[in-house]
């Protein structure tokens, strides 16, 4: 198997994992706080058992030495996990996972404020066309039944929130973030404690809390490990799928209709980033496969 391939594999499988997320949400019988507390322990104790096992201690203190950025990138990413979690109990499945196929876009706004990068044209149009199908989806979230603007806005808050996380990682490439996936988890699931009310749910819903964690630690694992095998633009390819399988799964299962709006403007998005990214991914190749010039003669 080449290593293309198996990070193809590896990436899709993960993202297979993820896309059962909200509908866990749904199913779970509890308020937000009191998922997102079990949904941070599960899934962070599943991953701090894996790094413990790996890699000890020694991948925690790497962490830690990178001092500030490191934190940040711990601080965004243990804010986004709850954040996911409220906004799909306030609005519907697919204004959720539509919103949050913006990430790329609020990344590339980060990269160029923090990082100094330039956007490119190929950017800027797809910034214009994905912001036009997230105006879609808002118009149409004070008509469709269990879609409200309260949560797609925070939906919008954890995908920039995210993208936030990302691009700080990006500044930290030389060192493996995974050891921090734990600690971000299980901080944010003790912060939100005094909120929640874990007994109560853990009592009812203990099968589903379990399961919820163990589809999250490998789609969490599966998702870092696969992207170093290929490029970007086909990992954002695959994290499509999500976008697409996640409301017709909460469809399927429970019923919760998307609504006009939110099909139309989700289509804009998908339609978008995937015409986006599959560019991408041809200027790539079309780098990686041209010649290079011939070196002179020797001296």
């Known amino acids: 198997m080449t290593d293309h391939l198996k990070g193809l594999l590896i990436t899709a499988t993960g993202v297979l994992f993820i896309v059962p997320d909200s509908l866990f949400v749904r199913l779970i019988e509890g308020d937000a706080a009191s998922i997102a507390f079990w949904r941070g ?12 096992l790996t890699r000890g201690l020694h991948g925690f203190r790497e962490v830690a030495a990178t001092g500030a950025k490191g934190w940040l990138y711990t601080v965004l990413l243990g804010a986004a996990a709850p954040g996911f979690v409220l906004a799909v109990s306030w609005t519907s499945v697919a204004n959720v996972v539509f919103i949050l196929a913006s990430m790329p876009v609020f990344a590339a706004i980060l990269s160029r404020v923090f990082l100094g ?48 996380a990302m691009t700080t990682a990006r500044r930290l490439r030389a060192v493996s973030l995974i050891p921090a996936i734990p600690v971000a988890m299980l901080g944010a699931s003790l912060l939100i404690w005094p ?27 599966l998702m870092t490990l696969g992207p170093r095998y290929i490029p970007s633009a086909e990992v954002a390819l695959l994290i499509l799928l999500e976008s697409v399988l996640a409301p017709l799964l909460a469809w399927a299962v429970v019923g919760e209709d998307p609504g006009i709006w939110a099909l139309i403007g989700g289509a804009v998005v998908i339609a978008v980033l995937l015409v986006s990214n599959l560019w991408a991914l041809r200027m790539t190749r079309r780098m990686r496969n041209r010649p290079h010039p011939r070196a002179g003669p020797p001296i």
């Open 41 to 52: 322990i599960t899934a962070g104790s599943v991953i701090l058992v894996g790094v413990l």
């Open 117 to 164: 990068e330039a956007i490119s044209t190929r950017m800027i149009l797809t910034m214009i066309g994905v912001f036009a199908g997230l105006a879609l989806i808002l118009r149409g979230s004070g008509e469709t039944h269990g879609a409200h603007w309260s949560g797609d806005l925070v939906a919008l808050a954890v995908s920039a929130t995210f993208a936030g």
């Open 195 to 221: 909120l929640a009310s874990p007994g109560a749910v853990w009592a009812t819903s203990w099968p589903l809390l379990i399961a919820h964690g163990l589809f999250i630690s490998v789609a969490t694992s």
